[in-house]
Nanobody
């Protein structure tokens, strides 16, 4: 499966962005999807995940209550709605896919830059 993330940009603190990740070349509804981010000089970190059915959601503590993950299997797309953005949310955001039984994410998109100004 190929993944393409988009929707990043520059936003002021307190603002919102919605990231999208479009999948192609596979059966999207077979995959659990995740969002990760990497800030300059830092390791990549988990942000949020949603299972293949959309019924199981996970969030990093740092984004709980501010970010919402969702998916539309008919459109082969996963979303990350980001509200109340903070400067520390600045990073390149990546979407990833894996089968439910797999431990690691095997498929990654190219990343989209999110910059939050103070």
């Amino acid at each position: 499966v190929q993944l393409q993330a988009f929707g990043g940009g520059l936003v002021q603190a307190g603002g919102s962005l919605r990231l999208s990740c479009a999948a192609s070349g596979g059966t999207f509804s077979n995959y659990n999807m995740g969002w990760f981010r990497q800030a300059p000089g830092k390791e990549r970190e988990f942000v949020s995940a949603i299972n293949w059915s959309g019924r199981r959601l996970n969030y990093a503590d740092s984004v709980k209550g501010r970010f919402t993950i969702s998916r539309d299997n008919a459109k082969n797309t996963v979303y990350l709605q980001m509200n109340s953005l903070k400067p520390e949310d600045t990073a390149v955001y990546y979407c990833a896919a894996k089968y439910d039984d797999d431990r690691e994410y095997a498929y990654w998109g190219q990343g989209t830059q999110v910059t939050v100004s103070s």
